[in-house]
Structures are given as C-alpha cells and as structure tokens.
C-alpha cells in the first residue's frame, strides 16, 4: 500500500510540472459562467445518494405526448413567461435525480398509442395499440379477446395491499391513461355504453365507465378527478349513458360514508375533513385548455388543485398510496398542431408537479415522470438566444428565409392541419399572429390530427429505488421498478395466455387513428 503515494511523491520531485502545473487558460476557464455553473451541477451530482429502502407511496406523473422536443419548448416557454432565460431555465421535474430514456414502441406499431403506452408503464405488459389492460393476445374491438388476457395493474396491485389509489386528469377519466389504471378493455374507445357496437355490449364487455364504478370494493380507485362526467349519466341528467343508469349515483352508494362527488372547484375544497373517497368530474367532455380558463374554465379545478388534493385524501390511508397525474392536453395540444396549447399545458403539468412535490417527501415517496409517447414537435433553425420560442426561426441573428422565399417559425411539426393542401402555396408565417391562441404550426404533412412520433420519451425520478431509473430503459421496466420500489413480490410464473414479446407476424388494420 505505500508503493503508490512512494512513486506519486518521487514523480512530483523528479517532474514538478506533472504535479503542479496550471494550463496558460486555467484562470479563464474557472472564471466563465458556465464553467462555474457546471462545477455546481457535479457537486449537486456527487452529494446525491441512491435511496434503496421501500417507497411507502408512489406517484406518476404521466405528460401524454410529451416528447423530448416538447419538454425543451416547454422549458423555454415556461422561462420566457417568468421573464427569465428560456433556455436555461428548468421544469420542475428537470430537476429530480434520476433519468432515463423509455423505448416506447407497442407490441403491434413502431409508434404506440396511448391506450397501449399506459398499458406497459402500469402492468409491464406491452400490448397492441388501442387496446387497455390486456396482453398482446387481445385484438382490437374484438370483445371475445378480453377473456383470459387480463393483467394487473399498479393501481390495483396496491389496492389489494391495502394501499389507497387515485388517478388524476385534464382528460375524461375513461380517456386511455387514466382508463390504464384501472379498466381492462379490447378498445380503447369503448368509454360509455354509447360508445359500443350492441354485438360487445350483448357478449358481456362492459365499458370503461362502468369498470371504474363496478370494480370490487376492494380494488375500486379511491380518488378519480378530471372530465367525462357524460359517460356516468342519462339523457335527462346531460349525460350519453344509453342503459339510463346515473354511475355517480351508484358511486356514492358504493362507498357510504367518507365519500363526495364533485363537480366544481368549490366543491372540492369544501369536502369534508374525514373524506376518504373522491370522484370529481368537473367537465361532462376533457377538461377545458389552461389557455381558455379565462371563459371556458369557470369552477374547474387546475391540475395542481386536483393533484394536491388527491394527495391529500389518499395520505389518509396508513398504509400509503399509488397516484396517477396525467397532463392529457399536451398531447391533445399537438394534435392540433397548435404549440401554444402544447407548451402551456406542459407548464402547467410542471406547476403540478412543483405542488406535489412540496406536499410530499421524497424518504419515503417514490415519485416518477415520463410520457407515454412522443409527437412530432421541431426546434429548428438558428433564431437568437432568448427570442420568443413561439415566434420565427432566425439564421444566427437575421431572419431565417426558405427556399420558397419566406419565412419559417422555430417550431413545427412533421403531421398536422398545418400542412400543406392541394397545390396551395405556404402561407408566409412573418405576415401572421404567430401568438395568436389558434395559430397552427406549419406542417409537413396534412393531417387532421397530427400522428405521435416513435423516438424515446424521458423519464425522470427521485425517490425510493429512483436510481433504478438510468440508461435506455424499456416502457414497460418503468413498470417494475414501481412495483419493486413498493416492495411488491413479482408473479411467480408469466400467465399462461402471455405472447411472445416478438412482433406479430400479420398486420393489423382495424385501429383508425394515432
């Protein structure tokens, strides 16, 4: 043991310079903002140590189309309305320990959907797109497939441990993300009753909406917030239930006592201290755009309200919790090929996340943000440090012009009703409002709704067993390092109904959108 520090003591005397010397630039280096910015990062890095106990709770955040290209825009814009530097600044989740990269391919499609997204990330199964809950066994809008292909999910993992269970949303809560927490269905769109084919409704599947209010007592979702309230109610109470029967009602009776149904942000606040069990449903479609709060948004709780407040219920049970918080209208702002409503969603899913983390504590709190998908957002060219990340691309300082002799904005999307049509010409975007709350980017492609992108999605985490979440990971890992944080034993053996994880040899063709 001596050798080393004899040798390292002889090379300092014999070769002084070795030891000791400063390159002619040290000062400067050491001297710039970045350099010392850097220095600060790995000291945080360093001081960082894995949590490897049991997470007592978990919570995911899911951002629903929230690729890569979304999160930088969005941390850009987020920076630039609080009047700071766009591009340095940071979401709130940017900031947790952990990161990865999830592959987010389905069983069927380079490209998944969000029904067979939150499928992996809430069963490690990877299933084929527009499908919930089943393996890649079941086939889309074939009711007869639901059987035998069943797989648990977290949510109801925990609930039968004992543990309490919610899942929060800007979408209808029988959309596909908060419908993968609980609901177990060959098609994704079958939401109501209304919205299936009499042959499923005659072979005995159930829609999603009903699965959430006839799950047993013992697996039920304690807390259930967001949009879809029409998907519970008649035609004389505004609702599109063909079968008559009032589900909140039914809800209510379920539970007994300890338990509220909500319909207003007064009303969530108002509930009752010893309120264990919650179903809000402050919309009867998705939740209004944070952008449109102002004259569609009246009494409707914002995400961080809606999350914070599940927090609250859920931590009422000893025993802990599994929360699911969906931001639903990033995706749905891509859809339209309209950023503004992209980026401000993100921000606000990052206020979301900001108010959560304040209420919880990381010892003991296993907490987890990805997407389940990205879509086809682009940063491109050269525009200055700090212009506008909805405004005009620039080249290094001037104003970025195309072949076609016009300008071109820094943001745009591969698909979308920004895309050209017939023969018609671009529309120069510095002749337009590119602020305005409507305005879509331009596009590559038309399509009435822009199609998700297929590259890697984010994942970022801090918590129990957090550290678990590094490298390039598959979308359905993030699924078992949830499970294993909270100490779950895995099953025994793979069901016997199980495909093989290779693709399926035929194409399908029955599912119709992205």
Not at 193 to 200: L, Q, T
Not at 285 to 299: D, I, K, M, N, T
Request: net charge negative.
């Amino acid at each position: 043991m001596i050798r080393p520090l004899v040798l390292a003591l002889v090379a300092s005397v014999a070769f002084p310079a070795l030891a000791f010397a400063q390159t002619p630039n040290a000062a400067v280096s050491a001297a710039d903002a970045y350099y010392k910015a850097g220095e600060a990062a790995l000291a945080r890095q360093i001081a960082v140590v894995p949590n490897t106990g049991k997470a007592k709770n978990v919570i995911l955040f899911l951002g629903d189309g929230m690729g890569i290209s979304t999160v930088t825009a969005g941390r850009i814009y987020d920076g630039q309305l609080k009047g700071v530097d766009g591009e340095s600044n940071s979401l709130a989740f940017e900031k947790l320990s952990y990161s990865a990269l999830s592959k987010t391919y389905s069983h069927d499609t380079q490209v998944t959907d969000s029904a067979a997204g939150i499928t992996a990330i809430m069963t490690g199964v990877k299933t084929r797109n527009k499908i919930i809950g089943l393996t890649g066994a079941a086939i889309g809008e074939k009711c007869e497939t639901e059987k035998g292909n069943g797989v648990d999910t977290l949510a109801e993992l925990a609930k039968a441990r004992g543990k309490a269970a919610g899942v929060v949303t800007t979408t209808r809560v029988t959309h596909a993300t908060p419908a993968g927490a609980y609901a177990h269905t060959a098609y994704r769109d079958w939401e109501g009753d209304g919205d299936m084919p009499v042959e499923a409704l005659q072979a005995g599947c159930k829609d999603i909406a009903r699965q959430l209010i006839e799950a047993p007592d013992n697996l039920r979702l304690d807390v259930v917030m967001g949009g879809g309230r029409s998907r519970f109610l008649p035609d004389d109470k505004d609702g599109k239930r063909a079968d008559g029967r009032d589900l909140t009602a039914e809800w209510l009776k379920a539970e007994g006592p300890g338990s509220s149904y909500v319909t207003s942000v007064d009303q969530l606040k108002a509930i009752p201290a010893d309120t264990r069990h919650v179903l809000g449903l402050f919309a009867p479609e998705h939740l209004p755009y944070e952008v449109e709060r102002a004259v569609l948004g009246q009494g409707v709780p914002t995400l961080a309200e809606m999350a914070t407040s599940a927090v609250d219920v859920l931590s009422k049970n000893p025993n802990g919790y599994f929360l699911l918080v969906e931001g639903g209208k990033i995706d749905m702002g891509s859809h339209l090929g309209n950023a503004k409503r992209t980026l401000s969603e993100t921000v606000e899913f990052s206020k979301a996340i900001a108010a959560v983390l304040a209420k919880v504590d990381l010892k003991d709190t296993l907490v987890v943000v990805t997407a389940d998908h990205s879509h086809g957002l682009v940063i491109s060219g050269y525009a200055a440090r700090n212009s506008p990340i909805l405004g005009m691309a620039g080249n290094e300082g001037d104003p970025a012009i195309a072949g076609d002799g016009k300008a071109y904005t820094t943001l745009m999307f591969a698909t979308g009703p920004g895309g050209p049509t017939g023969n018609d010409t671009r529309n120069d975007p510095a002749k337009e409002d590119l602020d305005d709350v409507d305005y879509h980017q331009q596009a590559t492609v038309n399509l009435g709704s822009a199609a998700h992108a297929g590259e890697d999605v984010g994942v970022f985490a801090d918590g129990p067993q957090a550290f678990l979440l590094r490298g390039v990971v598959e979308e359905s890992y993030i699924f078992q390092v949830m499970r294993h944080a909270f100490g779950f034993d895995a099953p025994a053996t793979a069901p016997a109904a199980a495909p093989s994880a290779e693709a399926p040899k035929t194409k399908k063709s029955w599912f119709k959108r992205g």
